[in-house]
């Protein structure tokens, strides 16, 4: 017996040294896991900007410094094209009279490009007056648009739908939501506005943020310098109309502008095959639905209430304001 | 063509109360342009569905407290050229 605590000291030399090595060992797995998911997230950007560069890289033409009006109106032309493919919304003619005009007047210089903080400002700004005109059935509307893709042969397993909004999930009955949005609505005539202002432009700016900076790598020759990658906030160059409204769009539909037309299709089918197969019951096919806006096979929203002619007029009045010299 | 894939991940509880009857559970890491789809059963035993696609950085879903995080089921789709 005495010699225990000789045997206790050694075990404490042993359980130090065990204790050491496992620390280093788990330090290094800690070090390993990180260093896989670090590559893992990189490789999934590069394949997300790659998808960018072949959907609205590919398939919107973006102008430049001296380009001739008819090559302007082409590349308005092409963002329509491109919103309508993707979502079933279409520009109406007012709109592309006006976004072409202000476009040729920021390639030209006669009036600045909105900055990303600008452009925050005038989304809020489009967002809260729109906010205090919704009617009821409108907010009904939005409730049933963010809650995914709907069709009657949906198999039973897909069950309650929740509120799917960009980076969150919200599980919500249409009732608790409905009259949520009714009482905002109803407090930007209070002294709550400037609350609800404040907090729907931390929302907004978050997203648009999200969206220039991805725009910013995967397409460097349109969105040069609209964002700083190394401090990752807003850059010295901002955006021209045109990219604006891309942006805008993006936002309003969750379309994280991914992928060509035939790919998009492609996608969609895949997603049908995956989901039969999980559920061994048949998912609805992508056939006569679009993959943004209004019932959306990828993301619904609703689009049809942001990008309607009166909604989007507003939005140029905000950015050319905004824009003036 | 394309192909998905469904792989299973984790969701790591974050712990914030949003309200008395609702909490945040959190996807940590997902991977920008992927879609994940997600299902649980609520207190009331419905059934949950639904798909985000993620950006960057995390994925809050914000749920009955009702409902433990390690209870969400949470797929990736894997797109594979």
Redesign the interface.
């Given at each position: 017996m005495k010699n225990l605590p000789l045997v206790l000291r050694r075990l404490r030399f042993v359980l130090l040294t065990l204790g050491f090595v496992a620390a280093t060992v788990a330090g290094v797995s800690i070090w390993k896991s990180r260093a896989v998911q670090g590559d893992a997230q990189a490789a999934a950007k590069a394949k997300f900007h790659s998808r960018i560069r072949d959907g609205i890289g590919q398939e919107v033409r973006f102008a430049s410094t001296g380009d001739q009006p008819g090559a302007v109106r082409a590349s308005v032309e092409s963002l329509d094209n491109f919103i309508f493919r993707r979502s079933g919304i279409r520009l109406s003619g007012t709109v592309k009279n006006r976004l072409a005009e202000m476009e040729s007047r920021s390639l030209n210089g006669q009036s600045h490009r909105i900055s990303v903080n600008d452009l925050d400002d005038a989304l809020t700004a489009t967002a809260f007056e729109r906010l205090s005109a919704l009617s009821d059935d409108e907010i009904l509307h939005i409730d049933d648009s963010l809650r995914g893709f709907k069709s009657p042969d949906l198999p039973k397993s897909y069950g309650r739908r929740d509120l799917i909004l960009p980076g969150r999930v919200v599980s919500i009955s249409t009732d608790r939501f409905v009259s949520q949005v009714k009482a905002m609505r109803d407090q930007i005539t209070t002294s709550l506005a400037d609350m609800i202002r404040t907090s729907m432009r931390q929302a907004v700016a978050r997203i648009v943020h999200d969206r220039v900076s991805a725009m910013t790598e995967a397409l460097p020759d349109a969105f040069a310098g609209a964002w700083d990658p190394a401090g990752n906030h807003p850059g010295p160059i901002g955006l021209t109309p045109v990219e604006g409204m891309v942006i805008a769009y993006s936002v309003a539909s969750q379309d994280l502008l991914c992928d060509s037309g035939p790919n998009l299709d492609k996608l969609m089918k895949a997603m049908q095959n995956a989901r039969t197969e999980t559920t061994k019951q048949p998912y609805p096919g992508p056939e006569e639905h679009f993959a943004y806006g209004v019932n959306g096979y990828i993301t619904s929203s609703p689009l049809d209430l942001a990008f309607n002619e009166r909604t989007l007029n507003r939005l140029l009045d905000q950015i050319d304001e905004r824009s003036s010299k | 063509?394309?192909?998905?894939?469904?792989v299973l991940l984790a969701l790591i509880l974050v712990g914030a109360c949003t309200s008395s009857s609702?909490h945040i559970c959190r996807l940590t890491?997902p991977?920008?342009?992927?879609?994940y789809?997600?299902?649980f059963k609520?207190g009331d035993g419905?059934?949950?569905?639904?798909?985000?696609?993620?950006?960057?950085?995390?994925?809050?879903?914000?749920?009955?407290s009702s409902v433990d995080c390690s209870e969400i089921k949470v797929?990736r789709?894997l797109?594979a050229d």
């Open positions: - | 063509m394309k192909k998905l894939k469904l609702t890491g991977l920008p342009g992927e879609m789809d997600y299902s609520d419905n059934s949950h569905f639904g798909s985000v696609e993620s950006t960057v950085g995390e994925v809050d879903l914000e749920i009955d797929t789709e797109i």
